[in-house]
């Protein structure tokens, strides 16, 4: 186990590269940082010069690998680092120099327990991309596919172990410091990023997510996933489909291909709902480098890739987050509030007309208006604002869908500067809701409910004879007749010549007849 010091010497050499950006005054003059934290930032801070400008990105940038992670998780919490902050740490870049393709084809060569030759007829020694966890490359197959080979970069399980133990330990002692620092739930925040990124970490994992959002997304026209070379896949190598298409990212080669921009924006936003709302499985890392556009004019379609971070919301947090979503849209305040505090979110000792008021004064200057003027991620900051009014405990689960929520916004803005996210969202919200929540949606759950209970009770009837067993064993078996015994009784029956032995005989015989029925049946 590391020791307390290693942790305090890391924690303050990060501290000196935030400080050289500037990204420790506004923790400094944050009049709810606990006053530790506050004494620990001055330390850190001593003997650097702070530039005019915080640059929270490039900090995490040159921390490493861990903390452009930490800082991607972060850009989503602006009730904890604060709105200017989480808007900077948005253009935070997940790359880094890329590592020497002799170190690449060792790790495919050690993978695979082969040469790469063996694997692919080329590969391109310069990557076309270098990330914090692992670089792509671009390959040919022996049967001539052209694919991209996605490398782990060397150790980065081990460095990313060490940097996250620091930040386990140091999230435990700011959550013991009570009040704010703990209705922020700090622990939770590293939990998941931890959870998040160890998925990255192994490649299988990474093709079974693309493969399963291939099947739940087969029903949406116009969106599709890379096929995944599984033969040449490992936990540290992934080799899928080359995409030949335009980034979603370069807007005049969209234009000049005849895309429909303000129709590509709408279907952006449709994919998104239809992954998060319709799937509950979603593809949580839909920055403008992972999308491209392939085809063109009224044929086209979005295709995704990196499937390292995929979010997944259960039914009934679905079904929360729509009604709210379509409270918001509809300014149906009061039931938004009344199911923040089903779902528990709110404690019950405040009031829903209290939390409905305070909804209103978030929702009400957006609608109607275009994501030019006002957004979904204002309308974030707004609803983060009054959570800690209202003591509201931080939900882990739905950081990933938040995080996706504002990328998702930022990249419809681009395409469509004009689009109204309330206007392409709400029909569709609507339609779900109506199909979830309706009459035959509720007979459908009942039923479903029922038919459930009735296949289990087979085995809960089990369970209970295994736990209360009958008393006294088994019943015993009855005798078996005396064959002997009854023969002699034919026979005094017969010397007495009564007129109803020959049917005493026959019932005797026939219920002998009738057991051995009954006990061959039995046995076979």
């Known amino acids: 186990m590391t020791q307390t010091i290693t942790h305090i010497a ?5 501290g000196r590269v935030l400080a050289r950006h500037g990204a420790l005054r506004g923790i400094e003059n944050d009049r709810n940082a606990p006053a530790q934290v506050k004494r620990l930032m001055r330390i850190a801070r001593l003997g650097t010069r702070q530039p005019a400008d915080p640059d929270y990105a490039g900090a995490f940038q040159e921390i490493g690998p861990a903390a452009i992670k930490l800082g991607q998780a972060l850009a989503t919490r602006p009730d904890l680092v604060g709105e200017g902050p989480a808007r900077n740490l948005l253009t935070l870049q997940d790359s880094l120099p890329p590592v020497p393709f002799e170190q690449i084809c060792k790790v495919i060569e050690d993978s695979f327990g082969r040469p790469v030759s063996a694997l692919f007829a080329s590969i391109d020694p310069d990557p ?31 460095q990313f172990a060490r940097d996250v133990e ?6 435990a002692h700011l959550e013991a410091l009570g009040g704010e620092a ?12 931890k959870r998040w990124t160890s998925r990255e970490f192994d490649l299988r994992r990474e093709a079974a997510s693309a493969s399963e959002l291939s099947d739940v997304m087969k029903g949406f026209e116009g969106y599709r996933i890379p096929a995944i070379d599984w033969d040449r896949t490992t936990g540290q190598v992934l080799t899928v489909e080359w995409i030949d298409a335009i980034k979603m990212s370069n807007l005049a080669a969209l234009r000049e291909a005849g895309h429909d921009m303000p129709a590509l924006a709408r279907k952006l936003v449709l994919t998104f709902l239809t992954q998060a709302i319709s799937c509950g499985f979603f593809h949580a890392d839909m920055h403008q480098g992972n999308l491209f556009v392939e085809g063109g004019g009224g044929n086209t379609t979005i295709v995704a890739i990196d499937f390292g971070i995929m979010g997944r919301i259960n039914r009934q947090a679905r079904l929360w987050l729509a009604e709210i979503l379509y409270g918001l849209t509809t300014g149906n305040y009061r039931r938004v509030a009344e199911i923040h505090f089903e779902a528990q979110y709110v404690p019950s000792y405040h009031t829903v007309e209290e939390f409905a008021t305070a909804l209103r004064a978030v929702g009400e200057p957006m609608r109607g208006k275009a994501v030019s003027e006002l957004s979904v ?13 209202f003591d509201m405990a931080v939900q882990p689960h739905l950081l990933l869908l938040q995080k996706t929520m504002v990328m998702v916004e930022g990249l419809a803005t681009a395409l469509d500067p004009q689009i109204n996210m309330w206007d392409v969202s709400s029909p569709f919200v609507k339609s779900w809701i109506r199909d979830e929540l309706g009459p035959e949606a509720v007979i459908v759950d009942r039923l479903r409910e029922d038919v459930e209970t009735l296949l289990r009770l087979p085995a809960l009837v089990r369970r209970i ?6 008393k006294g064993g088994a019943p015993e078996q009855a005798p078996l007749p005396d064959i002997e015994l009854i023969w002699e009784r034919r026979r005094v029956r017969k010397r007495e010549s009564k007129p ?4 005493a005989l026959a019932a005797i015989l026939g219920g002998g007849v009738a057991w051995a029925l009954t006990y061959w049946t039995i046995l076979h």
């Open 10 to 14: 890391r924690l303050l050499k990060w």
């Open 128 to 158: 076309i991309g270098a990330a914090s966890i692992a670089q792509v490359h671009r390959a040919v197959t022996a049967d001539g596919r052209t694919v991209a080979v996605k490398v782990l970069r060397p150790g980065i399980r081990e």
């Open 166 to 171: 620091t930040y386990e330990w140091a999230a």
């Open 182 to 193: 703990s209705r922020l739930r700090p622990r939770a925040v590293i939990a998941n990023l």
């Open 377 to 389: 991620g204002q309308m974030l900051d707004g609803l983060f604002a009054i959570t800690r009014d």
């Open 465 to 470: 004879e295994e736990r209360f067993p009958p």
């Open 500 to 503: 109803w032995g020959g049917f």
